[in-house]
């Protein structure tokens, strides 16, 4: 079933070796010097997202349609969803330091305004001195008035490409986090004269305020949740027009199958979540198979961020890569000693690695099938010296059960 296979890092060939197995879902690899801690796994926690479910279509559409929805507003020109190319998303992601896409979506506004006209920065500046509107939708509608007829209506149709590659380029450098893309942005702006500009642009967003002045948390959740959700979870409503949600496009990766499987290897109990998810978000895709899942081993981010109100300088210490999430899913899961994190991130296995720098007893499972460049993931996973990297989750049974019979046979 198996066959031993090197990696590309051969300067310590026996401790990056990998053994090379067939799965369902394609190729699956086990890290040589990891058979024992596999083996003595009692506990399995999962990240939710490119994990358990299938977010292209939600959340991944919701950080495009919301820098849409925010530029054409300002601009008053169509703006095709293809100008914000999904590579820049992915480069940010590969940091580890984009645990929430609302990051991701800022830095992405703060590149695309950056690279906008001067005679339209320059507009925009004045505008936003007059506006007293303090609401995000309000705010943005007011801006949308005055800033009428001040770029060409073909501009985004023209200029689409031109801007694509500038989004793809300032992200290429994959920025820690979101302070740092800030900075680097703020410093390419000093160098072209538009620094004053993005600054006006970034209170306009208020970013770092609470809902509902934080234009991009009001745009971004109503496009993800859809406007009853939302209401819900915000306790008002945005009034922007949205008819469903971009949550109603997500797909279950996870089979109930696999985590009958799990369950059955590992006993009751003994499956957690460590995600930035919501609750709400979690259960309304989980649905029943949330039941396979011991609640009291389950960390939902953006719930502690809500508790938190919204607060970017106390959650900080919470999100990850940093190891908080790891390690309060693990507690609750009451006397284990041999985790595995199955993740699909760069920010995932940095927050395994972290959790370990004060309880060592995680491993860490990397998933690729569904990424946007897999080939790249792998790669990621074994520089990370990942202790099983597979297509799916739902691969993983079948490779627990080959350790097994390895180490027990």
Not at 39 to 45: L, V
Request: hydrophobic fraction near 40%; aromatic fraction near 10%.
């Amino acid at each position: 079933m198996g066959t031993r296979v090197r990696s590309k890092r051969g300067s310590k060939s026996l401790l990056n070796e990998y053994y090379e197995l067939r799965v369902d879902g394609g190729k699956a690899y086990v890290k040589s010097d990891s058979f024992g801690k596999i083996y003595s796994i009692d506990a399995i926690i999962f990240d939710c997202d490119g994990v358990l479910i299938d977010a292209r279509r939600s959340y991944d559409e919701a950080i495009r349609r919301t820098i849409q929805h925010i530029f054409a507003q300002l601009t008053g020109c169509p703006l095709s969803l293809s100008t914000i190319p999904k590579e820049a998303i992915y480069n940010l992601r590969l940091s580890g330091g984009f645990n929430f896409d609302w990051d991701t979506t800022y830095v992405i506004a703060l590149a695309l305004f950056k690279n906008l006209p001067k005679r339209f920065q320059e507009a925009f500046s004045e505008a936003a001195k007059q506006i007293e509107a303090e609401e995000a939708i309000q705010r943005l509608t007011a801006a949308s008035s005055k800033l009428s007829g001040r770029m060409p209506k073909d501009y985004f149709k023209k200029k689409g490409k031109t801007l694509r590659e500038a989004l793809i380029k300032i992200t290429q450098s994959r920025p820690e986090d979101r302070e740092a893309a800030e900075r680097l942005i703020l410093e390419s702006a000093e160098r072209e004269g538009c620094a004053e500009h993005l600054k006006d642009f970034i209170n306009f967003l208020a970013y770092t305020s609470e809902a509902p002045r934080n234009i991009i948390s009001v745009v971004f959740d109503t496009y993800f949740y859809g406007p009853e959700p939302f209401k819900e979870l915000y306790g008002f409503e945005s009034w922007l027009s949205v008819r469903n949600g971009l949550i109603e496009k997500e797909r279950l990766i996870i089979t109930e199958e696999t985590l009958k499987a799990l369950r059955e290897m590992l006993g009751e109990g003994k499956l957690g979540l460590a995600t930035g998810r919501s609750s709400l978000a979690t259960k309304k895709t989980l649905g029943g198979l949330l039941n396979y899942f011991n609640s009291r081993g389950m960390v939902f981010l953006e719930d502690l961020k809500f508790k938190m109100g919204g607060s970017e300088t106390l959650i900080k210490p919470y999100v990850k890569p940093q190891p908080y999430a790891l390690l309060e899913a693990a507690a609750g899961l009451g006397d284990v000693r041999s985790v595995l994190y199955v993740g699909n991130s760069a920010e995932d296995y940095i927050m395994a690695k972290n959790a370990n720098g004060v309880k060592k007893i995680f491993s860490f499972a990397g998933c690729y099938a569904l990424q946007n460049s897999p080939g790249k993931m792998i790669k990621l996973f074994k520089d990370a010296e990942a202790a099983i990297i597979i297509p799916t989750v739902n691969d993983l049974p079948k490779v627990l059960e080959y350790v097994r019979g390895v180490r027990g046979g």
